[in-house]
């Protein structure tokens, strides 16, 4: 598989299958091939696996196609391949295909409101904690013993 060139979003690839390959497409339990594109920028070789982010199909009997790319930048995996009856995914060719440079912007979520800050553990239990723990004190029940005298 080759990239051959990236223009307005546009993406487009060729391939070239061996003769082997050419026998096994030609099948008529495969419908058609498959073009997948998987998000490859933060790979290593730490952690191999990724996600893929589009499937396309394409007329089995094509050698090039063009496609709109889910991303702009970044680096991108392309895989020509098909599926098998049972749905399992057969690569025939893969090729990698550079974007350009991500800026990468770190999102960092504000979570604060998880945490107890030093200031909040200083200041006293609130009116509603404080009667809540004088009434854990003594043995009267709960609202489950409250609604069961009243069905007496």
Known sequence: MFFDSYNEGQIKCSWFFS???QKTIKDKSI???GIRIADIT???TTNQRTCIMKEIEVNKNLNSTCFYSPIND???L???????FDGKWNTLSTTLCDL???NQVDILYDDSW???SDSSRQVPDSLHERIFQLSNSRNI????RISNRNKR
């Open 19 to 21: 003769k082997g390959d």
């Open 31 to 33: 419908y058609c091939l």
């Open 42 to 44: 933060k790979f290593d």
């Open 74 to 76: 970044g680096k991108i």
């Open 78 to 84: 392309l895989e020509v391949g098909y599926r098998s």
């Open 100 to 102: 350009g440079i991500r």
């Open 114 to 116: 998880f945490y107890i």
């Open 141 to 144: 029940g709960g609202s489950e």
